[in-house]
Nanobody
Framework: QVQLVESGGGLVQAGGSLRLSCAAS????????MGWFRQAPGKEREFVAS????????YYADSVKGRFTISRDNAKNTVYLQMNSLKPEDTAVYYC???????????????????WGQGTQVTVSS
């Protein structure tokens, strides 16, 4: 049974930082591309960042580029999202997800990912 469990969300002031973690089990984590997505109230779930199995290649949405960093520790079956210089518009539920394989033309689509966590709330106050 595959499980992805996010943690690290919370309330932070604008300009602050948070580090999200996603612990994976029940899948060959070190061979899976991983992604972070977010969903704000009344909006569709959107791509935030993704990372290839090796951790050497990462991709970011333009809205978070330069502020967020995705990383992974394959020994711990964990993927991270370091979020700096947070803005009120970053407020959302953040989800981690696992993809079955890498596809450079599909990594930013929610439908490409076949396993999802339950989400963790991030609230940025102004």
């Amino acid at each position: 049974q595959v499980q992805l469990v996010e943690s690290g969300g919370g309330l932070v002031q604008a300009g602050g930082s948070l580090r999200l973690s996603c612990a994976a089990s029940g899948l060959p984590f070190s061979s899976k591309p991983m992604g972070w997505f977010r969903q704000a109230p009344g909006k569709e779930r959107e791509f935030v960042a993704s990372i290839k199995w090796s951790g050497l290649t990462t991709y970011y949405a333009d809205s978070v580029k330069g502020r967020f960093t995705i990383s992974r520790d394959n020994a711990k079956n964990t993927v991270y999202l370091q979020m700096n210089s947070l803005k009120p518009e970053d407020t959302a539920v953040y989800y981690c997800a696992a993809a079955p394989y890498w596809d450079s033309s599909r990594y930013y689509y929610t439908t490409f990912y076949n396993y999802w966590g339950q989400g963790t709330q991030v609230t940025v106050s102004s």
